[in-house]
Nanobody, 122 residues
């Protein structure tokens, strides 16, 4: 069992930056691929970014490529999402997720956090 707790969500203005954090409970954190998803009101949950166990491979949705950066610190059991040049359409509840095997946008991740709200005003 892996418990994930997101933090860092806030109300910001368009063009601002924000860094989300996700703390994992398990000592074997480094054996999990990690991802960020988001869900806006009235919309389906969508993939944002993922990172491999070692951090050597990353994958991004086209909508955030070049603006968002996913990273991890296995010594601290943390994964981060640095978000730059935020847009109103980035407004959503952001979730982190973990999976022991895969890291793609269609992966059925095994563990999910409760989410942290990001609101971008225009």
């Amino acid at each position: 069992q892996v418990q994930l707790v997101e933090s860092g969500g806030d109300l910001v203005q368009a063009g601002d930056s924000l860094r989300l954090s996700c703390a994992a409970s398990r000592r074997t954190f480094s054996t999990y691929n990690m991802a960020w998803f988001r869900q806006a009101p009235g919309k389906e949950r969508e993939f944002v970014a993922s990172i491999s166990r070692s951090g050597g491979n990353t994958y991004y949705a086209d909508s955030v490529k070049g603006r968002f950066t996913i990273s991890r610190d296995n010594a601290k059991n943390m994964v981060y999402l640095q978000m730059n040049s935020l847009r109103p359409e980035d407004t959503a509840l952001y979730y982190c997720a973990a999976d022991a095997i895969a890291m793609g946008p269609r992966t059925k991740y095994d563990y999910w956090g409760q989410g942290t709200q990001v609101t971008v005003s225009s």
